[in-house]
T-cell receptor, first 116, second 108 residues
Framework: GAVVSQHPSWVICKSGTSVKIECRSL??????MFWYRQFPKQSLMLMAT?????????EQGVEKDKFLINHASLTLSTLTVTSAHPEDSSFYIC????????????FGPGTRLTVL | DAKTTQPPSMDCAEGRAANLPCNHS???????VYWYRQIHSQGPQYIIH???NNETNEMASLIITEDRKSSTLILPHATLRDTAVYYC?????????FGKGTRLHILP
């Protein structure tokens, strides 16, 4: 149980384009979903937290107009990187919880984004 | 930012118990200690979590000191597949911060 998927697993795009990453909880309802970013040889950095049907809460320093998060259902959240630039190249990982922020998070396999 | 402190790396012989320490001296009363591990280029895997009491599940045991300022994750019989970066994190209503973790090497 508690399986989270992400799509795509990797993506290469041109600078200036937008990329959408999907995160799905396959066997449970995700009240809360989280988006993280991880640069090479670094730890995970929380970008934002979203609850189904409400606006995401972004961490300090994360541009909400650049990283659009939609949590439209209890099994799906999307992260759209708008006007991507090479410095946005990173490993993006989502996680989902059936409860609130302090409940166990189950992570997806991650999406590697490369912006040329 | 308050975050946990872990040794950057540890070695453990295959078949032996791996004991991974973590300091979380700034933890608040309602914040949990969670342990995850990440194998290269994959999403983190949940291992175990606790608030005050020691916990055990099929993967590991978690020993939390009485003052809650530190904890130890115990993998009872380490295998080569346990090679990963292990993260100990404090989780509260408004805090989720991953530290740098411990890179655990299992030696054959």
């Amino acid at each position: 149980g508690a399986v989270v998927s992400q799509h795509p697993s990797w993506v290469i795009c041109k600078s200036g384009t937008s990329v959408k990453i999907e995160c799905r909880s396959l066997d449970f309802q995700a009240t809360t979903m989280f988006w993280y970013r991880q640069f090479p040889k670094q730890s995970l950095m929380l970008m934002a937290t979203s609850n189904e049907g409400s606006k995401a809460t972004y961490e300090q320093g994360v541009e909400k107009d650049k990283f659009l998060i939609n949590h439209a259902s209890l099994t799906l959240s999307t992260l759209t990187v708008t006007s991507a630039h090479p410095e946005d190249s990173s490993f993006y990982i989502c996680s989902a919880s059936s409860g609130g922020q302090t409940d166990t998070q189950y992570f997806g396999p991650g999406t590697r984004l490369t912006v040329l | 930012d308050a975050k946990t402190t872990q040794p950057p790396s540890m070695d453990c012989a295959e078949g032996r118990a791996a004991n991974l320490p973590c300091n979380h001296s700034t933890i608040s009363g309602n914040e949990y200690v969670y342990w995850y591990r990440q194998i290269h280029s994959q999403g983190p895997q949940y291992i175990i979590h606790g608030l005050k009491n020691n916990e055990t599940n099929e993967m590991a045991s978690l020993i939390i000191t009485e003052d809650r300022k530190s904890s130890t994750l115990i993998l009872p019989h380490a295998t080569l597949r346990d090679t990963a970066v292990y993260y100990c994190i404090e989780v509260g209503d408004d805090k989720i911060i991953f530290g740098k973790g411990t890179r655990l090497h299992i030696l054959p």
